[in-house]
């Protein structure tokens, strides 16, 4: 596989966030999530049970649920709590890195069940696109104008949480390099350049966000003249029908 592939696998990877999977009831599946430090994670989940008459998979019953542990870099545990078959997590990295996000059946009808499925439906949102900004307008009372800055906020502070952890781990990683030996050439030379391409996306949506903060207020400006324009117009009409001037 060429450098290109897996730099545009690694950009699949890194966009994804919305999946499923298959299961045993009593099976544990893990996932690594990379994540700065002080940053928002909300995971809303969903199961289904497969139906071995009707061979399709059925949403699971009430009884069966799913146990969600989460646990830091440095292996703290940071969430250990027992859901429904449907449900929503949530928790906040304090400390940057590779976080494990664990989930497993509650079930312990082992027997009935034998050879049985799970189909697993997870969405992972983290930092700013784990912000329900409809419910924060409302809370905060928001006009359109200022929840959009505060989105704007949000996405500058994550890109430099972002920014601010690839820096660390880079540091870290070239610590942790041995010098010799070929073997190790490659793998450090593709991780350079994801660290590059990754920088550079960061780079590029941190520029986007200042221009569209440009226009945003380019536009502001011209809605003003122009609805000041309007109504200069405006009373000059109704004074001259009025035969004021």
């Given at each position: ?20 999977f298959h299961i045993g009831e009593t ?56 859901y429904g078959s449907e449900g929503r ?102 991780g350079i350049m994801f660290e590059m ?49």
């Amino acid at each position: 596989m060429g450098l290109p592939a897996l730099l545009l696998l690694a950009l699949c990877a890194a966009g994804a966030r919305g999946l499923y999977f298959h299961i045993g009831e009593t099976e544990k599946r893990c996932f690594i999530e990379e994540i700065p430090d002080e940053t928002m994670v909300i995971g809303n989940y969903r199961t289904q049970m497969w139906d071995k008459q009707k061979e399709v998979f059925l949403p699971s019953t009430p009884g069966l649920g799913m146990h969600v542990e989460v646990k830091d870099p440095e292996g703290k545990v940071v969430l250990s709590r027992q859901y429904g078959s449907e449900g929503r997590f949530t928790f906040t990295s304090h400390t940057p890195g590779d976080h494990q996000i664990c989930l497993h059946s509650n079930s312990t009808r082992m027997t009935l069940f034998a050879g049985g499925r799970l189909r697993v439906h997870l969405d992972i949102q983290v930092g700013e696109h784990a912000n329900n900004y409809p419910e924060i307008a409302a809370k905060d009372k928001l006009t359109e104008l200022q929840l959009r800055a505060r989105q704007l906020l949000d996405q500058v502070e994550q890109i430099q949480k972002e920014q601010d952890y690839q820096r660390l781990s880079r540091i870290k990683r070239r610590d942790n390099s041995s010098p010799s030996g070929s073997s190790h050439c490659l793998p450090l030379y593709l991780g350079i350049m994801f660290e590059m391409y990754r920088e550079e996306r960061f780079r590029l949506t941190s520029e986007s966000t200042n221009q569209r903060v440009l226009w945003w207020s380019i536009a502001q400006t011209v809605i003003l003249i122009l609805t000041g324009i309007w109504q200069m117009r405006h009373l000059k009409s109704f004074f001259e029908a009025k035969k004021l001037v």
